[in-house]
């Protein structure tokens, strides 16, 4: 059982930056690949990062491309979201996810999921 939270959400300006943190619980951290999904208001969940747990292999999708960045510490049992030049479509609660097995990009891939944090970009 791996239990997240993600923190470090909050109100930025367009232009400006925020970076995301989940805190995983568990002694086998390092075994789960890790992701981030958003969800913006009467919209689906849809993938942004992940990274893989084998060989910290990243994937991002398209928008995230060049702007944002996942990465994890192993020894503190956490994965960060950098987002850089924030755009006001980048709004959406913004949710950290576990799998132990090779990442991917769809939400039924992973078994576990935080409570979300809320992300908003104001133009």
């Known amino acids: 059982q791996v239990r997240l939270v993600e923190s470090g959400g909050g109100l930025v300006q367009a232009g400006g930056s925020l970076r995301l943190s989940c805190a995983a619980s568990g002694r086998t951290f390092s075994t789960y690949s890790m992701a981030w999904f958003r969800q913006a208001p009467g919209k689906e969940r849809r993938f942004v990062a992940a990274?893989?747990?084998?060989?910290?292999?990243?994937y991002y999708a398209d928008f995230a491309k060049g702007r944002f960045t996942i990465s994890r510490d192993n020894a503190k049992n956490t994965v960060s979201l950098q987002m850089n030049s924030l755009k006001p479509e980048d709004t959406a609660v913004y949710y950290c996810?576990?799998?132990?097995?090779?990442?991917?990009?769809?939400?039924?891939?992973?078994?576990?999921w935080g409570q979300g944090t809320q992300v908003t970009v104001s133009s």
């Open positions: 996810a576990a799998v132990r097995d090779p990442y991917g990009v769809r939400i039924d891939r992973y078994d576990y």
């Open positions: 990274l893989n747990w084998s060989d910290d292999s990243t």
